[in-house]
């Protein structure tokens, strides 16, 4: 999926993030864990309610910490998506996001969130010296069958790179912006990504996570 959004520059990008962003084979899936040097909402306090109304629809949430495990487990589905479940697990127990991601139009990713995916966001891919950024160009809601342009009052930014410390890591950097209040949410870390079969057992020489 990541692979035909992003076209030729994919070759260019290091051989982990080619891992990460390229396809997973089937009965496989692709687990990442590592620690997020900060994660969590930044934003202001009269927003904590609506962040509590997304916590529940596994978008966004209102816990902010620093050291915080993860887990990331991306899973290709038979339409061609690609699902994703990102655990944070913060002191006072476990916040999940969750989302499913489609090549696009013009070279977009279509990234709906939630656990209905009510949430749209359009990214586009540009790969970077260092990695590969996707920003935000567009959002949607999802009323049943029902496509919503929302104006862009928000904006999303992922940096993927290579760990200039340990190349066997990445590392991910993650911001929310809100027109007029600024950055809202942001998890920033590194981690360990590889492939398992679904099973959690290595097949045809894939490697199993750390």
Do not use: K, W
């Amino acid at each position: 999926m990541y692979q035909q959004a992003i076209g030729g520059g994919f070759a260019v990008l290091p051989p982990s993030l080619r891992r990460y962003f390229g396809a997973i084979p089937r009965g496989c899936e692709g687990v990442g864990r590592g620690v997020y040097e900060h994660a969590g909402y930044v934003g202001p306090r009269f927003l904590r309610p609506l962040m509590r109304l997304f916590a529940g629809r596994g978008v966004l949430f209102p816990d902010a910490a620093t050291s915080v495990p993860f887990t990331v487990v991306n899973t290709p589905e038979s339409d061609g998506s690609l699902s994703a479940c990102r655990d944070f697990m913060f002191p006072g127990g476990r916040q999940r996001m969750v989302d499913a991601m489609t090549a696009g139009p013009d070279g977009l990713i279509v990234d709906r969130l939630g656990h209905r995916g009510g949430l749209e966001v359009r990214l586009r891919p540009q790969v970077r010296a260092d990695g590969l950024r996707l920003r935000s160009v567009a959002l949607a809601l999802h009323v049943g069958p029902i496509r919503i342009p929302l104006p862009s009052v928000a904006r999303v930014t992922v940096d993927e790179r290579v760990d200039s410390d340990d190349p066997s890591r990445q590392e991910v950097d993650v911001r929310v912006r809100v027109r007029g209040l600024g950055e809202v949410f942001r998890y920033r870390g590194r981690f360990v990504y590889r492939i398992r079969s679904v099973g959690g057992n290595p097949v045809g020489g894939v490697v199993p996570p750390a």
